[in-house]
Each structure stands twice: as structure tokens, then as C-alpha cells.
């Protein structure tokens, strides 16, 4: 099925350690973002891509890495984890960066202990 | 900052009823978007409504834009026990930054 594909679903971490989550969308869209979802403060975007080669920071990017090398997988690193990223991690992408909806993958939980 | 903000926060009703939620922003917007989001999974985008468009209909969904007093409603009739969810509405903004997120209605539809 046509869609985006996160993985892992879950995941458990131990401070300092560091992994990547994937997401893979089959639809040719250009537009790929990351957002993570915590209890009281809905959807928060960490970084975004408009195309291959070009990405840039969203609202709380501080701690993650991304890149864009095909049009189709846009991976999230944590660079050193910390309780803090503990939370739910949403890929979603869109034809374009403006007037489309999204379609979102179905996330990754992430516990950092 | 938070863009979108649903009322109410919480809804219960029996199956059958109408359900709405409401929702307020801040600054000149694009469009505004609703999204359903079931427990454990992703959200599910539902309906676009355009900053020059009044109301937008799917299926058993209505949704009502007024840019004068920068809110939206997002109505379910009939409502289902599988319309139970929570509800999510975002807003694209002139400034262009961004998609922002509202934190959600979570709805209840009792059989």
C-alpha cells in the first residue's frame, strides 16, 4: 500500500546513545517533515525537507540530524539521546511544502532511560 | 507557540449524535486542515478548507472557516463509536514558515 513507512515502531535508548529512525514514502511527494507529539503540546516540527539536497530546521531541532539524499527516505538521527527526546515521532510528507495535506506514517515511540 | 487551539478539549457523546470542535488561530493563514488521529497510530488528514472558502462538506464531515474571527468547526454528524478519536486541526500560515498543530479534541462517541 501507498504510504509512509516509519521504522522502528518502538524503541528503547539509554542516555548518550545514539540512533537513527526511518521513513520512507512511495508517493513521489517532495515535501518530507519530522514531528514529534508530547502530552500537552500537540505536534511540534524538528526539522523539514523540501527535496532531495535541501533540508532545513523547524521549531525544536536541537538534538537531531536529518538529510535528503533520494526523494524518498528522509531519516531522523539522535545524535547523543536524552530523556528529554523521550516522546512519540511522526514522519509525514505532502506533494508540496504549501497547500496539501500531509500523510503521516504511523510513528515511533521513543523511551530514553 | 501554539497556532491552532481546539474547544473543547475533551467530548463525549452517544452514537448517533452530532459532534463539533472548534478551533481559534492567531495569524493570517493559507489554509486550515483537519486531521483524525486513533490511539497508538498516525493522524489521518480529513479535509483542507482555503483561507477564501466559508465551508467545505465530506461525506459526514462539515467544516466552517470564518477568517474574520480566525476560527474553524469541524462538524460530525451521525456521529459512529469508530468516530471516536482524537481531532486535530493545523493551520498553514501567510508567513509560510510552517504547518502548526493545535493539541486536539479528543472525542468519544459511546454505542
Known amino acids: 500500500n501507498a504510504g509512509v513507512t516509519q521504522t522502528p515502531k518502538f524503541q528503547v535508548l539509554k542516555t548518550g546513545q545514539s540512533m537513527t529512525l526511518q521513513c520512507a514514502q512511495d508517493?513521489?511527494?517532495?515535501?518530507m517533515s519530522w514531528y514529534r507529539q508530547d502530552p500537552g503540546m500537540g505536534l511540534r516540527l524538528i526539522h523539514y525537507s523540501v527535496g532531495a539536497g535541501i533540508t532545513d530546521q523547524g521549531e525544536v531541532p536541537n538534538g537531531y540530524n536529518v538529510s535528503r539524499s533520494t526523494t524518498e527516505d528522509f531519516p531522523l538521527r539522535l545524535l547523543s539521546a536524552a530523556p528529554s527526546q523521550t516522546s512519540v515521532y511522526f514522519c509525514?510528507?505532502?506533494?508540496?511544502?504549501f497547500g496539501y495535506g500531509y500523510t503521516f506514517g504511523s510513528g515511533t515511540r521513543l523511551t530514553v532511560v | 507557540s501554539q497556532q491552532g487551539e481546539e474547544d473543547p478539549q475533551a467530548l463525549s457523546i452517544q452514537e448517533g449524535e452530532n459532534a463539533t470542535m472548534n478551533c481559534s488561530y492567531k495569524?493570517?493563514?493559507?489554509?486550515l486542515q483537519w486531521y483524525r488521529q486513533n490511539s497508538g497510530r498516525g493522524l489521518v488528514h480529513l479535509i483542507l478548507i482555503r483561507s477564501n472558502e466559508r465551508e467545505k462538506h465530506s461525506g459526514r464531515l462539515r467544516v466552517t472557516l470564518d477568517t474574520s474571527k480566525k476560527s474553524s468547526s469541524l462538524l460530525i454528524t451521525a456521529s459512529r463509536a469508530a468516530d471516536t478519536a482524537s481531532y486535530f486541526c493545523?493551520?498553514?500560515?501567510?508567513?509560510?514558515?510552517?504547518?502548526?498543530f493545535g493539541e486536539g479534541t479528543q472525542l468519544t462517541v459511546n454505542p
Open positions: 509525514a510528507s505532502s506533494y508540496s511544502r
Open positions: 493545523a493551520t498553514e500560515e501567510t508567513s509560510g514558515s510552517r504547518l502548526t
Open positions: 495569524t493570517s493563514i493559507n489554509n
Open positions: 508517493m513521489n511527494h517532495e515535501y
